[in-house]
């Protein structure tokens, strides 16, 4: 059984920056799919990144909204997944969520929740003077 667990989260002030981690036990297999969900206050979950690994390639995927903020990164051997967020903004306060799954569905797929199987408790991230 994969489990995942999110650290990094807090208070920051607008402009500032954070560093997500997630750490995925269980020993998942190195073909896979990780991607970041963010649910703030009174909004739907929305997808922020993903990154796939499949044999030696890598392939990294943003919402259009974050692109050139934040940074997907991982080490697929030691099963962690990162996100490195710039310039943020109150609108980013939100629970950030770590997903999981086995495979490497196309990329569009990377973007839907239900693409994946296992899901992070979640870590708060609030942006605010």
């Known amino acids: 059984q994969v489990q995942l667990v999110e650290s990094g989260g807090g208070l920051v002030q607008p402009g500032g920056s954070l560093r997500l981690s997630c750490a995925a036990s269980?020993?998942?297999?190195?073909?896979?799919?990780m991607g970041w969900f963010r649910q703030g206050p009174g909004k739907e979950r929305e997808f922020v990144a993903a990154?796939?690994?499949?044999?030696?390639?890598?392939?990294?995927n943003y919402a259009d909204s974050m692109k050139g903020r934040f940074t997907v990164s991982g080490d697929n051997g030691k099963d962690i997944l990162y996100l490195q967020m710039n310039s943020l903004e109150p609108e980013d306060t939100a629970v950030y969520y770590c997903?999981?799954?086995?495979?490497?569905?196309?990329?569009?797929?990377?973007?839907?929740?239900?693409?994946?199987?296992?899901w992070g408790q979640g870590t708060q991230v609030t942006v605010s003077s």
């Open positions: 997903a999981l799954r086995f495979g490497s569905p196309i990329s569009s797929l990377l973007r839907q929740a239900s693409t994946y199987d296992y």
């Open positions: 269980g020993r998942p297999s190195r073909t896979k799919s």
């Open positions: 990154i796939r690994w499949s044999g030696g390639n890598v392939e990294r």
